[in-house]
């Protein structure tokens, strides 16, 4: 069964940093892409970033400079760098990896909340 954990989501003072990490398990196919996306409260989930081929990556324009994914595929982990972070980022970020036999996995959420 795969499973997918996340950590490292908190409260950060406005212009601090966050480091979130998705540990990924049991998976038989490998991870093909693995993405971030965030909900924020009464807003749809958007797409943050995504790393497809542990190269390529697109980010949306509200993070673009600022976030940064990145995997570590010995480790079957993601993680997303945060910085500058600002109070608009508050929300729950939620990793999703897509196997090479097209099955999408979600994380369980991580609260984020960017606040002084």
């Known amino acids: 069964q795969v499973r997918l954990v996340e950590s490292g989501g908190g409260l950060v003072q406005p212009g601090g940093s966050l480091r979130l990490s998705c540990a990924v398990s049991?998976?038989?196919?490998?991870?093909?892409?693995m993405g971030w996306y965030r909900q924020a409260p009464g807003k749809q989930r958007e797409l943050v970033a995504r790393?497809?081929?542990?190269?390529?990556?697109i980010y949306a324009d509200s993070v673009s400079g600022r976030f940064t994914i990145s995997r570590d595929s010995a480790k079957n982990t993601g993680y997303l760098q945060m910085s500058s972070l600002k109070p608009e980022d508050t929300a729950v970020y939620y990793c999703?990896?897509?196997?090479?036999?097209?099955?999408?996995?979600w994380g369980q959420g991580s609260q984020v909340t960017v606040s002084s």
């Open positions: 999703k990896v897509t196997m090479y036999n097209r099955v999408d996995y």
């Open positions: 049991g998976n038989r196919f490998s991870i093909n892409a």
């Open positions: 790393i497809t081929g542990g190269t390529s990556t």
